[in-house]
């Protein structure tokens, strides 16, 4: 069944310099569905993700997200819920870093558990043994390679089952020998959870390689009325 839909949505900058919008025609995606948003620098890809994680609101457009009204709920102002939503059923894995340098890594782990109000430490082992920083979990962020801190973000973005994980460039700062590899765990452990994932990349055929279907966006140069555009449109 249907975790997410957009039906005409748009976001538009409205910047004198470089005005923006995007489109979004049609979008679905199905409960634990794995996907990767491919666009160039620019094309959208992080607005239209914060758009999906209820952080940023669309200017028009239908959007429901697991059973809520979520265009209605920015209409009538509804921070409060937006935020309950947001973080009992969302998991976020940022470019780099995002790791609070004074928690331990169990401590970074459960922090989604915390706010949720769900702990549950076996299951931080339990992601943390799957994603082979189980002899980390003591440790600071800093006593971490790049590649361990990046599967400590992805424990934490899944710790308190989230049906949705969004992450943006997740191979940023990771050494590009490792990108395949962390890409694949991320879509392995989301499968294993049963939640769905949009990875945005500019690499599409990295994203394919880990085994990802890619929805490549559609760009225009600005027009008469010296807007770019960007379309994400998947039926
Ligand atoms: P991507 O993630 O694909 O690089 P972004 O969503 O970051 O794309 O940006 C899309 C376009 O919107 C870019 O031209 C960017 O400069 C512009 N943009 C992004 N955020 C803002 C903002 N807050 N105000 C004005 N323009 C913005
Ligand atoms: P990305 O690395 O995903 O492409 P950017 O570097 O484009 O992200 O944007 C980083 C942050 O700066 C985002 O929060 C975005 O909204 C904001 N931003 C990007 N472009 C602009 C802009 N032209 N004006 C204002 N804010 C912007």
Request: with cysteine.
């Amino acid at each position: 069944s249907s975790l997410l839909s957009l039906r005409e949505v748009a976001k538009a900058y409205r910047g004198d310099a470089a005005p923006f919008a995007l489109e979004v025609p049609a979008f679905e995606l199905a409960e634990g569905e794995a996907l990767a948003l491919a666009g160039p620098s620019g094309s959208g890809k992080s607005t239209l993700l914060m758009m999906l994680a209820l952080a940023l609101p669309p200017d028009v457009g239908r959007f429901t997200f697991a059973g809520s009204d979520i265009a209605r709920l920015w209409r009538e102002g509804r921070r409060d819920a937006l935020a309950a939503l947001r973080a009992r059923r969302i998991g976020v894995v940022p470019q780099t870093g995002g790791l609070l340098p004074y928690l331990t890594v169990a401590g970074n782990i459960g922090l989604t558990q915390r706010i949720a109000g769900c702990e549950d430490a076996a299951r931080v082992r339990m992601l943390a043994e799957e994603l082979g920083i189980g002899a980390q979990l003591r440790k600071r962020p800093a006593e971490l390679s790049v590649g361990q801190r990046q599967r400590v973000a992805i424990a934490r973005a899944l710790a308190h089952r989230p049906a949705l994980v969004l992450a943006d460039e997740p191979t940023a700062s990771v050494h590009p020998e490792l990108a395949d590899a962390v890409l694949a765990l991320l879509k392995r452990e989301c499968d294993q959870a049963g939640a769905a994932l949009l990875v945005a990349t500019h690499d599409p055929e990295r994203a394919a390689r880990a085994g990802y279907p890619v929805l490549a966006c559609e760009t225009h140069a600005p027009g008469a009325d010296g807007i770019a555009r960007s379309v994400f449109a998947r039926a």
